[in-house]
């Protein structure tokens, strides 16, 4: 089991918003490019730690930010 996630967006705007939010909170995440193995409209996505992704997904709908979906991510520490 993957121990990341991706969080792909419909658009570069919601990604870099998405990221201007967890930039101010305590949440580790990067942006990254849409890994090729995955459909987006977006080439940017967010990734972060799966442990994460009920604070993420709060925040996110808190404050509007449309995604695409969330998605298993293997990334080397």
Known sequence: MSEYLVVLFHS???AVWASDTLKRSDIW???VPVPRHLSSDCGSCVLLRKDDEQRVRT??????IE???FAAFEYPD
């Not at 925040?59 to 509007?64: I, P, S, V």
């Open 12 to 14: 570069t705007n919601y």
């Open 29 to 31: 995440y990067k942006m």
């Open 59 to 64: 925040l996110l709908d808190e404050r509007g």
């Open 67 to 69: 995604y695409d979906r």
